[in-house]
């Protein structure tokens, strides 16, 4: 039995699908969850090797201390860090940490470091819009901005979500699935809640899912019980995501089958990521 969710995040899951989307034509999408190792790098990484096949101009905004999106993107130099974009939170100063990645022209960073967890700690009275107004008019260049998550809901995901028009939240196929991904579902209400009506969920994604192992389909199954139709495509475990990630590549440049089915999944999160944001989607 699915764990019962709360009847605000009932309420919620119908209004934000239900709710029309903005006719501006950028996407800024938070990938967020509650635990950590679920796959959230793995699918900003997979967003963007799918967008840069498309040529779609896209912004990494690494959000985690981990900085691995930054590892996986390998920039030539990164001068400035979205810790220091943060500490300055000057209106449009994040232009000045964007740095090219090795990906290809359309793929561009905000690079991380590990003094981000600094920035996690100094909590104040609308701290949580520093990244939003740091990012004032630099979204505006970008068809796609995808912020990657640390392993939490706090001050930097919150940061994320205030930053953001959509959220996508990452689950594993686990016992503890549709509680996870209820408490984010609640972090992205409390934002709109508080002042960002217009933040939209974008779905639920299950990722890492082996579909012959009857635990990962009863536990989407789960997931589809408490969520709906707010639950995506699930993303299959494919080694491929690790080999090429391994080699600092976007898994749509790695050569084997099980890139290439990896590669369709990740096009497939990118039409959703990008339809969300068009002004005829009810
Ligand atoms: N679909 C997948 N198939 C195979 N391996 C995967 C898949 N998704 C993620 N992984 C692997 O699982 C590990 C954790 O993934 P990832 O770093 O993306 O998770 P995360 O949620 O960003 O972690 P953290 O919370 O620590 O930032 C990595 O080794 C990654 O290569
Ligand atoms: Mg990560």
Known sequence: ??????????????????????????????????????????????????????G????????????????????????????DVLHDARAGVAAEAVVNSCWGPSVQLIPSERALEHRAAETAPGSERRLRTSMLGVASGYRLVLIDCPPNLGELTRNALYASDAALVVTEPSFFAVQSAAQAVDAIEVARASGHESLRLLGIVATRIRPRFAEHRYRLAELREAFGDAVLEPIPDRTAIQQAQGACMPVQRWRSASAKAAAASFDQLLDAALTSSEPTRK
């Open 56 to 83: 779609i101009p896209t912004l990494v905004v690494d959000l985690d201390p981990q900085a691995n999106a930054t590892s996986a993107l390998d920039p030539v130099a990164a001068p400035y860090s979205v810790s």
């Open 1 to 54: 039995m699915p764990p019962n969710l709360g009847a605000g995040v009932r309420h919620f899951l119908i209004m934000v699908r239900s709710s029309a989307a903005p006719a501006d034509t950028t996407t800024v999408l938070s990938v967020l969850s509650l635990k950590g190792g679920v796959g959230k790098t793995s699918i900003v990484l997979g967003l963007a090797g799918a967008a840069e096949e498309r």
